[in-house]
């Protein structure tokens, strides 16, 4: 089922994968705790604000274009014809 | 006006029964009981081509500060023509219905589009979310989903860990799904010859089933007080039947033109395709959020290849501008491009037709296997700080496919890679 992957998209992948690892490491990062009011909380600074307009979109995406997933896992299955 | 904590708990709960993506790092649990209800509506149509209706509708009950059960019911409907995998000519062609009972022409210089795509998807989506302490959570959840000729049933599970200084999430997220096609007029034999209505065609009574397994792997990382930066990576890995039992490839003969089986009907000679039994797609996904004083960037680029050959890029650029306290535009731009699939050809030249039943041989017409790109812009108005905050967009997709390698004699005059474009209308709303 799990082939091998090509060496030039492996390294695609790995750089990604040392890039978070060095976003991970850096103590530089953070805001620490923030409270209820803070910017960060916000709907609209959520990573999804709106998961059912993404979910909509993924369904046009998923059945006019050859990819789909990335941002996130769930839904349904269909033929998508 | 509801408890702004309610609605904050209740986003990161319905984030998270979609996967990863939540900035909860920086929210608090949730210190009060409630419910919650949000709906969604999806207007789409492609002039001359297919509409589809779609409707989501979302309900969260928080049984205690650690346990938020959701329910998401979704409802669409597809009507209109698409695209059969034939190709156009400078004669009228007739192609049997995927029934087997009808027939359509497709008239001189026009793409052949199937009329007789019509179909009702129902799904219902429960999820289990529980913060297990400051620390963990997971997310339980399955899907079932119903078609006239497609059938889904799936379950998922996510681990989120925050750390102690809720500046980062760990995310894990693990999904199986088991589906099944029975097709209109049965399932077809690989590179079978479509024969006249009425005749009997090269189907077979049964169905066929498909099994996906999704991995992700994700975190978020807080930058500052005003951003948040996130990374996925997941696997997909489906083995089973991935063929469009409704596609087909015309056979071309020489001069450029589709050969015709039938000269009494004018039927076009096609052959039924065939992918690959299995498929395995790597995605790269990262996304950038800030605020600027109340106005907010959302930037993400995902890449994806498989071993089907394609790969692609999609880049998604929002930005909320806030006019009051209470409403925003938000302007959307979204640009997505790929390769084409290592199997894809458009057409067949004749003599180089796989005998029916060849199942080692792969070849798909099918436009959204081919190189393309797809541009949508869109403007989005919505209130938001209210009790019920709403939003409508409206957006213009555009999909521009890339040159036909091969072509010859006719099919030189013949326009092999027509634009598709599609209106796209969402509302959306908190209840």
């Not at chain 2, 790969?311 to 979204?334: A, F, V």
Request: glycine residues 10%; proline residues 4%; negative net charge.
């Amino acid at each position: 089922m799990f082939r091998s992957l090509p060496f030039a998209k492996m390294k695609v992948i790995l750089s990604g994968l040392f890039a978070a690892l060095a976003l991970s490491s850096c103590s530089g990062l953070g805001a620490g705790p923030q409270g209820p009011t803070s910017i960060l909380s916000r709907p609209d600074m959520q990573m999804d604000p709106s998961p059912l307009i993404s979910a909509l979109d993924d369904h046009i995406y998923f059945s006019k274009e050859a990819s789909s997933g990335g941002r996130s896992f769930g839904g349904g299955g269909c033929g998508c014809n | 006006m509801k408890n702004q904590n309610i609605i904050a708990a209740l986003a990161t709960a319905a984030v998270s029964a979609l996967g990863t993506g939540t900035s909860e790092a920086q929210l608090g649990q949730a210190d009060l009981l409630g419910t919650d209800f949000k709906g969604s509506l999806l207007f789409y149509t492609e002039p001359d081509r297919v509409t589809a209706v779609e409707a989501i509708i979302e309900g969260y009950y928080s049984l205690s500060q650690r346990d938020t059960l959701g329910i998401k019911l979704v409802v669409d409907s597809l009507t209109g023509s698409s695209a059969s995998g034939a190709v156009s000519s400078d004669f009228d062609q007739t192609f049997t219905t995927p029934s087997g009972n009808g027939t359509y022409t497709t008239r001189a210089g026009e793409t052949p589009l199937d009329p007789s795509f019509l179909d009702t998807r129902y799904s219902l989506s429960p999820t289990w979310t529980r913060a297990w302490d400051s620390n963990y959570e997971t997310v339980i959840g399955a899907n079932i989903s119903k078609e006239y000729d497609y059938f889904s049933v799936s379950a998922n599970a996510l681990v989120n860990y925050t750390t102690d200084d809720r500046n980062r999430t760990y995310s894990a997220g693990f999904t199986i799904a088991q589906d099944s096609i029975d097709p209109e007029g049965g399932l077809p034999i690989a590179f079978g010859l479509i024969q006249n209505q009425g005749g009997i065609q090269p189907r077979l009574l049964g169905e066929e089933d498909k099994t996906t397994i999704d991995l992700l792997l994700g975190i978020t990382q807080v930058i500052d007080e005003k951003s948040l930066f996130q990374f996925n990576y997941s696997l997909s890995s489906s083995d089973g039947y991935h063929t469009d039992p409704y596609k087909f490839l015309s056979v071309i003969g020489p001069g450029g033109r589709p050969v015709i089986e039938d000269p009494g009907t004018g039927l076009s000679r096609v052959l039924y395709e065939n992918r690959p039994d299995s498929r395995l797609k790597h995605s790269v996904f990262a996304k950038y959020k800030r605020d600027f004083d109340g106005n907010v960037l959302d930037a993400s680029y995902r890449f994806m290849f498989d071993d089907w050959g394609i790969n692609s890029h999609t880049l998604d650029l929002k930005y909320k501008i806030r006019l009051n306290e209470t409403s925003y535009l938000q302007p959307h731009l979204r640009y997505y491009m790929q390769n084409e699939a290592d199997f894809y050809q458009p057409f067949i030249v004749a003599g180089t037709e796989p005998a029916a039943g060849d199942t080692a041989s792969i070849a798909s017409s099918d436009y959204r296997l081919g190189e393309m790109s797809g541009f949508t812009v869109g403007l989005e108005y919505g209130w938001d700080n209210v009790d019920r905050p709403w939003s409508v967009a409206l957006e213009y997709y555009l999909q521009s496919l890339g040159t036909v390698d091969g072509q010859f004699g006719e099919l030189l005059n013949q326009d092999l890679s027509e634009d598709v474009s599609a209106i796209i209308l969402k509302f959306n709303m908190d209840f």
